[in-house]
């Protein structure tokens, strides 16, 4: 059984930075961030493989964000700057209940998911 809490997220201004944590309780391979803005479907954000030497992001976020972890820590992180209000959202990190190689963008092949950290920018 793995357990995930997500930490980080809140109010900051249009073109402010935030540090998304994602506490894991027991063993996590490849991990995930996704988020759902109100009205709208999850979507993937980043990924990253077991080791934390593969990394994926959406289209949109590639050079915004960065996802990394820290395996001594039992951690994922999703460093987020240049915040817009579009990306407004709950964001959700997630991991599959088995090894496997590589990253995975599809939230469906993701077996554990936490409760969210909500990221709100506006002025």
């Known amino acids: 059984q793995v357990q995930l809490v997500e930490s980080g997220g809140g109010l900051v201004q249009p073109g402010g930075s935030l540090r998304l944590s994602c506490a894991v309780s027991?063993?996590?391979?490849?991990m995930g961030w996704f988020r759902q803005a109100p009205g709208k479907e999850r979507e993937f954000v980043a990924g990253?493989?077991?080791?934390?030497?593969?990394?994926d992001y959406a289209d949109s976020e590639k050079g915004r964000f960065t996802v990394s972890r820290d395996n001594a820590k039992n951690s994922a992180y999703l460093q987020m700057v240049s915040l817009k209000p579009e990306h407004t959202a709950v964001y959700y990190c997630a991991a599959p209940g088995a090894f496997i190689m590589g990253v995975m963008t599809d939230g469906h092949k993701y077996d554990y998911w936490g409760k969210g950290t909500h990221v709100t920018v506006s002025s």
């Open positions: 990253i493989d077991w080791s934390g030497d593969m990394t």
């Open positions: 027991g063993r996590a391979y490849a």
